[in-house]
């Protein structure tokens, strides 16, 4: 499991280096916004379904919004990334470069 620099009940960073993969795949209906930093351009926004996965690759940083993150499996370069399992508020995730 990777292991977040900052996590509370709203969203967790973590710090990266060089080029890295994350990984979101839905076990529910679970709306997605991924942004190139927290206020950059939208990469991806829509919602996935039950056995939907995308795949981000980055060297900079990515900021993800989920609004069902008992819905989401996120990982970062293969590990798992603990997420509420019960929360009707957003989670943001985002992923640092340092």
């Known amino acids: 499991m990777a292991s977040p620099l ?6 967790s960073a973590y710090t990266v280096q060089g080029r890295y993969a994350v990984t979101v795949s839905a076990t529910g209906s679970c709306w997605l916004r ?5 206020s ?3 990469v991806y926004e829509g ?3 039950h056995g939907d996965t995308r795949r981000f690759e980055s060297s900079a ?3 993800i919004r989920l609004g069902n993150a008992s819905a989401a ?15 009707s508020t957003p989670f943001n995730v985002s992923f640092r470069v340092g």
Do not use: F, K, M, Y
């Open 61 to 63: 940083p990515l900021w």
């Open 34 to 38: 991924v942004r190139q930093g927290e």
């Open 6 to 11: 900052i996590a509370d009940a709203h969203g």
């Open 47 to 49: 919602t996935l379904q």
């Open 73 to 87: 499996a996120v990982e970062l370069n293969g590990a798992r990334i603990e997420l509420p399992t019960a929360s």
């Open 40 to 42: 950059g351009p939208v």
